[in-house]
């Protein structure tokens, strides 16, 4: 760069002089699917609206999300000024009603206090919820726009909650083999999809045979799989990985027709035929791809990673926006 050229200065707005109120101005602003995405980057949760001022009882809870990966209920609570021990009252009050598990708390400035209480809520909760403190801030260079910025002042220890569940395992019940080799599967692939992908959010790794990764809309989602049973072979003594995509609430019938209308387009599209299972007597619809595998061969780990990350990207893009796309009537029924 040119040591003469000049650069320009990070200029902070106050929030007010772009939001006057937080039900009126702030709220609405932050509804609105691109920033949530900002926000969910940020905690890194893909969240779907589901309600504005949420009625709870006698009280409004600001904004209620779904959670895409998991399909749980998201509370977030907004404050423009210093937080106060009314709004740490409402949320908590809120989650309780709506039975959230995750919390997000958005003000201007965290005091050392409430900042506190949020570290203790996490310390003292199972890894069933999530609690978020970040404050918001307003960001400019010259006559540029006004760019929001969000900073974590307060989120889950995830390390310290895993080591806490690993000693409840130890004293509750050993895992089994098949449990040991699962965790170690998905913590590898975990580490792996987030040095390689932008794209795909792998969740925590557990010890099963899933790992669920959100496509933007409550309901549906995608999902790695490392089974011991080679459904092919119809064996253990070979195993299979699979990436899918998940239908699984009260319209999948509808979301797998709608999708099964573009078969041929959608698996030219992948580049390969795909498995198209819709079992009449259960809800849950699958669109998935296979290959068989040796689970136990830790040195192929990487190979089967790779194959997982790269059909987890296609999927993913070929089913996105068409997922999105989908619009369902009261009666769902009918498309619009």
Same mark, same amino acid.
């Not at 969240?47 to 006698?58: I, M, N």
């Not at 400019?140 to 969000?150: E, M």
């Not at 995830?158 to 019940?173: E, K, M, P």
């Given at each position: 760069?040119? %040591?003469?050229?000049?650069?320009?200065?990070?200029?902070?707005?106050?929030?007010?002089?772009?939001?006057?109120?937080?039900?009126?101005?702030?709220?609405?602003?932050?509804?609105?699917?691109?920033?949530?995405?900002?926000?969910?980057?940020?905690?890194?949760?893909?969240?779907?609206?589901? @309600?504005?001022?949420?009625?709870?009882?006698?009280?409004?809870?600001?904004?209620?999300?779904?959670?895409?990966?998991?399909?749980?209920?998201?509370?977030?609570?907004?404050?423009?000024?210093?937080?106060?021990?009314?709004?740490?009252?409402?949320?908590?009050?809120? @989650?309780?009603?709506?039975?959230?598990?995750?919390?997000?708390?958005?003000?201007?400035?965290?005091?050392?206090?409430?900042?506190?209480?949020?570290?203790?809520?996490?310390?003292?909760?199972?890894?069933?919820?999530? =609690?978020?403190?970040?404050?918001?801030?307003?960001?400019?260079?010259?006559?540029?726009?006004?760019?929001?910025?969000?900073?974590?002042?307060?989120?889950?220890?995830?390390?310290?909650?895993?080591?806490? @569940?690993?000693?409840?395992?130890?004293?509750?019940?050993?895992?089994?083999?098949?449990?040991?080799?699962?965790?170690?599967?998905?913590?590898?692939?975990?580490?792996?999809?987030?040095?390689? %992908?932008?794209?795909?959010?792998?969740?925590?790794?557990?010890?099963?045979?899933?790992?669920?990764?959100?496509?933007?809309?409550?309901?549906?989602?995608?999902?790695?799989?490392?089974?011991?049973?080679?459904?092919?072979?119809?064996?253990?003594?070979?195993?299979?990985?699979?990436?899918?995509?998940?239908?699984?609430?009260?319209?999948?019938?509808?979301?797998?027709?709608?999708?099964?209308?573009?078969?041929?387009?959608?698996?030219?599209?992948?580049?390969?035929?795909?498995?198209?299972?819709?079992?009449?007597?259960?809800?849950?619809?699958?669109?998935?791809?296979?290959?068989?595998?040796?689970?136990?061969?830790?040195?192929?780990?990487?190979?089967?990673?790779?194959?997982?990350?790269?059909?987890?990207?296609?999927?993913?893009?070929?089913?996105?926006?068409?997922?999105?796309? =989908?619009?369902?009537?009261?009666?769902?029924?009918?498309?619009?």
């Amino acid at each position: 760069m040119n %040591s003469t050229q000049t650069l320009g200065r990070l200029e902070k707005v106050e929030l007010r002089n772009i939001w006057t109120s937080e039900s009126d101005e702030f709220t609405p602003w932050l509804a609105k699917e691109e920033n949530l995405k900002l926000l969910g980057d940020t905690i890194g949760i893909e969240l779907e609206l589901e @309600a504005q001022e949420k009625e709870v009882g006698p009280f409004r809870a600001d904004i209620l999300c779904k959670d895409t990966a998991t399909d749980r209920w998201v509370l977030i609570e907004n404050q423009l000024e210093r937080t106060d021990h009314t709004h740490l009252g409402q949320l908590l009050t809120y @989650a309780a009603g709506l039975k959230a598990v995750s919390l997000v708390w958005i003000a201007k400035k965290f005091t050392e206090e409430h900042r506190a209480a949020l570290d203790w809520l996490n310390e003292i909760t199972d890894d069933r919820y999530n =609690i978020f403190g970040l404050e918001v801030e307003l960001w400019k260079i010259g006559d540029s726009l006004v760019a929001p910025k969000f900073n974590i002042i307060s989120k889950p220890n995830d390390w310290s909650r895993t080591v806490a @569940a690993g000693a409840s395992q130890v004293r509750s019940a050993a895992l089994t083999e098949a449990k040991i080799l699962q965790r170690e599967y998905w913590t590898a692939f975990f580490d792996y999809a987030k040095e390689n %992908s932008n794209l795909i959010k792998p969740t925590k790794p557990l010890p099963q045979h899933w790992m669920n990764i959100a496509i933007g809309k409550s309901g549906t989602s995608l999902a790695a799989i490392a089974s011991l049973y080679d459904s092919v072979a119809q064996t253990n003594n070979s195993h299979e990985i699979r990436v899918e995509l998940v239908l699984d609430d009260a319209n999948s019938k509808f979301y797998f027709e709608k999708l099964s209308s573009n078969k041929e387009q959608i698996e030219s599209e992948v580049g390969e035929r795909l498995n198209w299972y819709n079992p009449e007597e259960k809800r849950m619809c699958r669109i998935f791809i296979r290959k068989s595998t040796n689970l136990r061969e830790k040195d192929d780990w990487p190979n089967q990673h790779a194959w997982l990350l790269e059909k987890l990207e296609t999927f993913h893009r070929v089913f996105q926006q068409r997922i999105k796309k =989908i619009n369902i009537h009261p009666d769902a029924t009918q498309a619009e």
